[in-house]
């Protein structure tokens, strides 16, 4: 294989990084830790509608925030031409996310676009989205008919006064429950419904959700706050196990444990023992899933990040924009994931300490979840 030289940018500096990587034929492409690429998540935008207290808390994100401008968020076909890379190199699954994804204007031409992308092998991909469920009930529809797949949808409480005081919008859960109806009926299923559980606030409230999503067609899943960014206060105290998630709900409705849907599913799978439905419980804090994440994100300005935990990431649309090939573009795609040494949820100690020296994580409204 003839031996090729890629430049990239990555977000500390402006110099080029110049690594000395080597042509690959297409196929799947296998990190450090030998993990492969499967899912590449995609943020569309950097802006969203509420000020949820774990990822974009008002006294940080407020009026006088500055977003991106337009011209440094990637454009759909720019989107679509480096998701057709990460196909090539085996990604079957995209998920499009924010920000609030919803406020992206023209978004359904969008997942009309990656709609079309297959596998090498001809196979459809599994497209879905993330939202806060605020615009899902206009969407829903036109997000299925231009080839969306399904939708996950975030709720952390079924209690007004709870629910508002953590979106810190005044957002009604009446709201977000009518976007759930709305994608159900247009047919984005499975549907999964994700908790995040922050102690002393929320956390009163597993039970309730359980009991409300327990023979529904939703699948509820309680994820582990998170140390992710520097902006929402993160305290490990606040942090409610996911053992004493299904501990709590067991003891309500009883509980029995089933196998993952897949290699590298972020949630531990429980059904109820009665036949009413099953619940999932992502537990990074304390029950790190590291070894077999096989997920990449691009951000809203094409900057390529291998792990949420991350405090940088390789400028993909420099590459772009300077007129590089697809040939090089792919090349520098696979240079980076086989470089890839992330583990931070299972070194969570000795990174946390690293990061008061000075490096700072991406926020989560920058990248997604």
Same mark, same amino acid.
């Given at each position: 294989? #003839?031996?090729?030289?890629?430049? %990239?940018?990555? !977000?500390?500096?402006?110099?080029?990084?110049?690594?000395?990587?080597? !042509?690959?034929?297409?196929?799947? =492409?296998?990190?450090?830790?030998?993990?492969?690429?499967?899912?590449?998540?995609?943020?569309? &935008?950097?802006?969203?509608? %509420?000020?949820?207290?774990?990822?974009?808390?008002?006294?940080? +994100?407020?009026?006088?925030?500055?977003?991106?401008?337009?011209?440094?968020?990637?454009? +759909?076909?720019?989107?679509?031409?480096? $998701?057709?890379?990460?196909?090539?190199?085996?990604?079957?699954?995209?998920?499009?996310?924010?920000? !609030?994804?919803? =406020?992206?204007?023209?978004?359904?031409?969008?997942?009309?676009?990656?709609? !079309? *992308?297959?596998?090498?092998?001809?196979?459809?991909?599994? *497209?879905?989205?993330?939202?806060?469920?605020?615009?899902?009930?206009?969407?829903?529809?036109?997000?299925?008919?231009?080839?969306?797949?399904?939708?996950?949808?975030?709720?952390? @409480?079924?209690?007004?006064?709870?629910?508002?005081?953590?979106?810190?919008?005044?957002? #009604?859960?009446?709201?977000?429950?009518?976007?759930?109806?709305?994608?159900?009926?247009?047919?984005?299923?499975?549907?999964?419904?994700?908790?995040?559980?922050?102690?002393?606030?929320?956390?009163?409230?597993?039970?309730?959700?359980?009991?409300? +999503?327990?023979?529904?067609?939703?699948?509820?899943? %309680?994820?582990?706050?998170?140390?992710?960014?520097?902006?929402?206060?993160?305290?490990?105290?606040?942090?409610?196990?996911? $053992?004493?998630?299904?501990?709590?709900?067991?003891?309500?409705?009883?509980?029995?444990?089933?196998?993952?849907?897949?290699?590298?599913?972020?949630?531990?799978?429980?059904?109820?023992?009665?036949?009413?439905?099953?619940?999932?419980?992502?537990?990074?804090?304390?029950?790190?899933?590291?070894?077999?994440?096989?997920?990449?994100? *691009?951000? &809203?300005?094409?900057?390529?990040?291998?792990?949420?935990?991350?405090?940088?990431? /390789?400028?993909?649309?420099?590459?772009?924009?300077?007129?590089? @090939?697809?040939?090089?573009? /792919?090349?520098?795609?696979?240079?980076?994931?086989?470089?890839?040494?992330?583990?931070?949820?299972?070194?969570?100690?000795?990174?946390?300490e690293g990061l008061v020296l000075g490096a700072r994580k991406v926020e989560m409204s920058y990248i997604g979840g």
């Amino acid at each position: 294989m #003839a031996e090729k030289t890629i430049m %990239f940018r990555d !977000e500390r500096n402006t110099s080029p990084v110049i690594p000395r990587v080597l !042509e690959t034929p297409t196929g799947l =492409l296998g990190d450090t830790l030998a993990r492969p690429l499967h899912d590449l998540r995609i943020s569309v &935008t950097d802006r969203c509608n %509420f000020r949820c207290v774990y990822c974009m808390p008002k006294e940080v +994100f407020d009026k006088d925030y500055a977003y991106l401008p337009q011209t440094s968020l990637l454009s +759909f076909e720019e989107i679509t031409r480096i $998701a057709r890379l990460f196909v090539a190199h085996g990604v079957e699954k995209l998920r499009l996310t924010g920000g !609030e994804p919803l =406020l992206r204007k023209n978004l359904e031409r969008l997942v009309g676009m990656l709609a !079309e *992308l297959r596998t090498p092998g001809g196979k459809p991909l599994d *497209l879905t989205l993330t939202t806060n469920g605020s615009l899902l009930a206009k969407k829903a529809q036109s997000l299925k008919d231009a080839g969306l797949n399904r939708v996950t949808v975030s709720l952390d @409480s079924l209690d007004d006064a709870i629910f508002k005081r953590m979106n810190d919008v005044d957002f #009604a859960v009446a709201d977000v429950l009518n976007g759930l109806d709305a994608a159900h009926k247009a047919g984005l299923g499975p549907i999964k419904v994700n908790m995040v559980v922050k102690g002393g606030m929320n956390d009163q409230e597993i039970v309730p959700m359980a009991r409300h +999503f327990k023979g529904s067609p939703y699948i509820l899943r %309680f994820i582990e706050y998170m140390d992710v960014g520097a902006s929402n206060g993160w305290n490990m105290r606040e942090v409610v196990p996911s $053992a004493e998630v299904v501990r709590r709900v067991s003891a309500d409705m009883p509980l029995l444990p089933i196998d993952a849907n897949y290699t590298g599913e972020t949630a531990a799978r429980w059904r109820y023992a009665d036949g009413g439905g099953e619940i999932g419980v992502i537990s990074s804090v304390t029950q790190a899933f590291c070894h077999d994440c096989s997920r990449a994100r *691009l951000s &809203t300005e094409g900057k390529l990040y291998t792990c949420l935990f991350a405090t940088r990431g /390789s400028d993909l649309r420099a590459l772009l924009r300077d007129g590089r @090939s697809d040939a090089e573009i /792919s090349t520098a795609i696979a240079h980076i994931w086989r470089a890839r040494t992330d583990r931070y949820s299972e070194t969570r100690t000795i990174n946390t300490e690293g990061l008061v020296l000075g490096a700072r994580k991406v926020e989560m409204s920058y990248i997604g979840g």
